[in-house]
């Protein structure tokens, strides 16, 4: 039984980010509602506890939780020298070729919180016996 050739799909969003200080606070006060999927000296990443139905579903609720934030945390968000949206995408053989982008809704809403995307493409395997696709952040 021959496999079925690997489709390109939307893996996740992660959310990562920088600051020189305040970033171990801002974490915590983003760990109820995130995961944290690394967090060393000046820099984090976190994702969804729940997985997103697509790309604009991720981002409209990434950016209601950061609307969320307590004054005091927000403002530690806004001193963050980067708040990066990375969109991982698994590439397969199939279809062709297929488009992955965001709504007008969805990068206003980036824009205000300060947020920049990153749109990172993990290539197709070629056999089947390759290893199953990475997360974003190239973890098994």
């Known amino acids: 039984m021959a496999d079925e050739p690997a489709t390109t799909r939307f893996l996740n969003v992660d959310l990562d980010l920088r600051a020189r200080s305040g970033l171990a606070e801002l974490v915590r006060a983003l760990e109820p509602t995130m995961s944290v999927m690394n967090h060393h000296g000046d820099f984090a990443s976190l994702e969804l506890h729940e997985q997103p139905e ?3 579903d ?3 609720r990434f950016v209601e939780l950061i609307h969320a934030l ?3 945390v927000r403002a530690l968000w806004d001193g963050c020298e980067s708040r990066q949206m990375n969109i991982g995408i698994q590439a397969g053989a ?3 070729s297929i488009g992955f982008g965001l709504s ?3 990068m ?3 824009v205000g919180i300060g947020a920049e995307v990153e749109f990172i493409v993990y290539g197709a395997r070629s056999c089947a016996n390759a290893p199953e696709a990475l997360t974003p952040r190239g973890e098994p």
């Open 54 to 56: 697509d790309i604009d």
């Open 58 to 60: 991720a981002m409209r």
């Open 70 to 72: 307590p004054p005091e």
């Open 94 to 96: 199939e279809p062709h």
């Open 104 to 106: 007008f809704h969805s």
């Open 108 to 110: 206003r809403l980036l």
